[in-house]
C-alpha cells in the first residue's frame, strides 16, 4: 500500500503558521474531530502501482470543499493549488503536487457508491 504521507509540514507551511487569520475552514478544522474519518476511511486500499496516492481524508475534504463552494468536479487541483485556506484545510504542504481531476474524481465515485 503507497500512500502520499502530509504528516509533517514543509518549512515553508512552518513559516506561515503565525501568520493564520482563521475563518470558516479554520474553525471547522478545530471543531470537527477528522481522526474518526480516517477510522472510516482505512478500509480504502491504495493502489501498489503507479504514483502513491492521496490519503483518504485529504481527498475527503477536497470533494467537501468542491461542494461547498461549487468547485467543478473535473477541476479541483485549481482552487487547492491557488488557495492556502483549501490547502491548510486538506492537509497539503506547500510543497506538494494537489491531486488532479483523475485522483478525486474516482474518490468521489467509490464514497458515494
Given at each position: 500500500?503507497?500512500?502520499?504521507?502530509?504528516?509533517?509540514p514543509s518549512l515553508a507551511d512552518a513559516?506561515?503558521?503565525?501568520?493564520?487569520?482563521g475563518g470558516f475552514l479554520e474553525d471547522?478544522?478545530?471543531?470537527?474531530?477528522?481522526?474518526?474519518?480516517?477510522?472510516?476511511?482505512?478500509?480504502?486500499?491504495?493502489?501498489?502501482?503507479?504514483?502513491?496516492?492521496?490519503?483518504?481524508?485529504?481527498?475527503?475534504?477536497?470533494?467537501?470543499?468542491?461542494?461547498?463552494?461549487t468547485c467543478p468536479t473535473h477541476k479541483?487541483?485549481?482552487?487547492?493549488?491557488?488557495?492556502?485556506?483549501?490547502?491548510?484545510?486538506?492537509?497539503?504542504?506547500?510543497?506538494?503536487?494537489?491531486?488532479?481531476?483523475?485522483?478525486?474524481?474516482?474518490?468521489?465515485?467509490?464514497?458515494?457508491?
Amino acid at each position: 500500500m503507497s500512500r502520499r504521507c502530509f504528516a509533517q509540514p514543509s518549512l515553508a507551511d512552518a513559516s506561515l503558521r503565525p501568520f493564520e487569520s482563521g475563518g470558516f475552514l479554520e474553525d471547522l478544522m478545530k471543531t470537527i474531530e477528522w481522526s474518526a474519518f480516517d477510522v472510516l476511511f482505512a478500509q480504502i486500499n491504495a493502489n501498489t502501482k503507479g504514483a502513491p496516492g492521496y490519503p483518504p481524508l485529504t481527498m475527503f475534504k477536497i470533494v467537501l470543499l468542491q461542494q461547498w463552494y461549487t468547485c467543478p468536479t473535473h477541476k479541483p487541483k485549481k482552487p487547492c493549488a491557488n488557495r492556502l485556506s483549501f490547502r491548510r484545510f486538506c492537509g497539503i504542504p506547500l510543497d506538494a503536487e494537489t491531486p488532479d481531476h483523475s485522483s478525486s474524481g474516482g474518490f468521489a465515485k467509490r464514497s458515494t457508491s
